[in-house]
């Protein structure tokens, strides 16, 4: 009795000093002063709790967890699933989760003063892509007439709204409003829907301070609905169709019940989706945990997108604590392929970007792109000068934490060099959106003034950012 007692004291001992010594080596604040680091980073807070909702696009915190590149950065971290994305605000800003998986508008409202206002910074972007707007069976069979096809006989892609409109129409005939479902008022699916409609001239609806909802004028009525719930709500009829992120709109292909008929892909190409947030109290209490967490989201971004890991991602993903939806579900989409009408399944290689084409950086000009919209819409009921959209978006948007934990990432031999963007923060002009207007982030005012529907500035007010 005595031997297994020494045994079991001998064992605890070496469970302790192990542990001790993990925690030198991941260069954790100790009171220690011979403490030996790895990094130059003194994590001031180790344990820490994340929050995301259950979609596709949560995977680098997924990743991050599962193959230890929080551990490598000397943090444990526990991952929650929230149950709406006003939860995930709401626990953000009251310290109850130290950072989440967001709605890249989220932030950006929250600073620029529309909902609930608070100091939020995002210095990691977590994904390009991944949304698509999905249509019930019964719209998807009177919408089918009006799309161009192909030789094969195949819908062309993309598919404009303009085949939307009669259906809109005879809905209206029949005495019923046309319903569309939308996850969050400043979610990117909101601006996306409504860019794809405005596009074919069909009004989705403005905002003001009374009209909250955003259906002022609007011939198609779009409310909120939580991810996870869209497929059933659009199989109770409640709403027409929706705009989601994966896997909610392969669910209503994998189900029967709907049809995704566009993506966010066709929409803006390579467009931001979601970001990582935490508060700017945060940030500035814990520097380097803020920079060691955005390290080892980067490597996540980048496994993610190294060739060969995605059906290991979506094994991960799979499971219950994650997204939990079925492998066939999420591979369809994660692994390079899309499809729309049952049987119609094409190649789509870059509908999930987790770490190509700058994807993890959080460029300035995507967040103005957010704003555009919450001014064209009404969200932001005031006319700004451009120099606003510019100093708004530089509180919030934090590439210099992104910039020092990639370094970082260089010296210890986990990145190249030359995957760091050589950017002001600023993307080029571009016309990649499916009506081919010109984006340009530093004339944001000329951008709001190209669109037929929506808010107009004064032109007076046109002025670049130089």
């Known amino acids: 009795m005595k031997k297994t007692y020494i045994k079991i004291v001998v064992i605890v001992t070496a469970m302790i000093l192990t ?30 709790t994340f929050g995301f909702i259950k979609l596709t696009d949560m995977a680098p915190l997924a990743i991050a967890k599962e193959k230890g590149f929080f551990e490598d950065e000397g943090l444990f971290v526990s991952i929650e699933a929230q149950s709406n994305w006003k939860n995930v605000l709401d626990r953000v800003i009251d310290g109850q989760l130290d950072g989440s998986h967001m709605l890249a508008g989220q932030p ?37 007439p009006n799309v161009p096809k192909g030789e094969d006989g195949k819908p062309i892609h993309p598919i404009s709204a303009e085949s939307l409109k009669p259906v809109i129409e005879s809905y209206k005939n029949d005495g019923k409003a046309f319903k569309m479902g939308m996850v969050f008022p400043v979610s990117t699916h909101n601006y996306e829907i409504r860019y794809w409609l405005a596009a074919a001239g069909i009004h989705p609806g403005m905002y003001s301070k009374e009209n909250i909802q955003g259906q002022i004028d609007a011939e198609v009525l779009l409310s909120v609905t939580p991810p996870p719930q869209m497929p059933a709500t659009l199989e109770a009829g409640t709403i027409y169709g929706y705009c989601v992120g994966e896997p909610w709109n392969q669910q209503a292909v994998f189900k029967g019940i709907g049809v995704p008929v566009t993506t966010n892909y066709d929409i803006w190409k390579n467009n931001p989706e979601k970001v990582f947030v935490m508060t700017k109290k945060f940030t500035e209490k814990y520097p380097n945990t803020a920079v060691a967490v955005t390290k080892a989201l980067i490597r996540a971004g980048k496994w993610l997108d190294t060739p060969g890991n995605r059906k290991e ?13 079925d492998e066939v579900v ?101 016309t990649d959106f499916i009506d081919g207007k010109k984006y340009d982030a530093k004339d944001p005012l000329g951008y709001i003034n190209s669109f037929n529907i929506g808010n107009k500035e004064s032109t007076k007010e046109v002025s670049s950012i130089q």
Request: proline share 6%; with cysteine; hydrophobic share 35%.
């Open 19 to 48: 542990s001790c010594a993990g925690k030198k080596k991941k260069g954790i604040a100790s009171n220690d002063s011979s403490v030996e680091k790895t990094s130059d980073l003194l994590i001031e807070k180790p344990q820490l």
């Open 108 to 144: 950006i409202a929250a600073g620029a003063g529309f909902g609930r206002q608070a100091e939020l910074v995002t210095p990691f972007s977590m994904d390009l892509n991944g949304n698509g707007i999905t249509v019930s069976n019964d719209v998807w069979s009177k919408m089918k």
């Open 313 to 325: 991602a979506v094994k991960i993903l799979s499971m219950p604590g994650y997204v939990g939806a």
């Open 330 to 430: 999420l591979a369809n989409s994660m692994t390079g392929t899309f499809e729309f009408e049952k049987g119609d399944k094409r190649e789509m290689p870059d509908f999930n970007v987790f770490y190509r084409y700058n994807a993890t950086y959080p460029f300035y000009s995507d967040g103005v792109w957010f704003l555009t919209q919450m001014r064209r819409w009404g969200q932001i009921p005031e006319s700004k000068p451009a120099e606003w959209y510019d100093k708004t978006i530089k509180n919030i948007y934090r590439p210099d934490i992104w910039t020092k934990a990639a370094n970082l990432l260089v010296s210890e031999g986990h990145l190249e060099a030359t995957e760091l963007p050589n950017t002001d923060g600023y993307k080029p002009v571009t």
